[in-house]
Nanobody
């Protein structure tokens, strides 16, 4: 059972930056593909960014609404994945969730149903 703990959410002004962190308890973290999803009230859970398991070079994916502004990365020595959010907009306001799945890649990474493990979520609010 993988436990995921997110941190780094909060309130930021439009145009500002935040960095989210997600720490995993599983020592085989390197074998998991990781992703960030977000969900605003009354909406479906939306794929934000994903990063494949690291077997030399990890591949990254980003949703269209965050491309060029958000960056996902992972530090396997710390069992942690990060989401750097720049040039933030009020539409980025949501609860952000970290998710993990073994051996996931490609288009499947954008499907929240493919992930077995989820963090508790962290609130991000962007003021205009």
């Amino acid at each position: 059972q993988v436990q995921l703990v997110e941190s780094g959410g909060g309130l930021v002004q439009a145009g500002g930056s935040l960095r989210l962190s997600c720490a995993a308890t599983d020592p085989t973290f390197i074998n998991y593909s990781m992703a960030w999803f977000r969900q605003a009230p009354g909406t479906e859970r939306e794929f934000v960014s994903g990063i494949t398991r690291d077997i030399g070079t990890a591949s990254t994916y980003h949703g269209d609404s965050v491309k060029g502004r958000f960056t996902i990365s992972r530090d396997n020595t710390k069992n942690t994945v990060y989401l750097q959010m720049n040039r933030m907009k009020p539409d980025d306001s949501a609860v952000y969730y970290c998710a993990a799945a073994p051996f996931l890649q490609g288009a499947a990474m954008t499907n929240f149903r493919a992930y077995a493990y989820w963090g508790q979520g962290t609130q991000v609010t962007v003021s205009s």
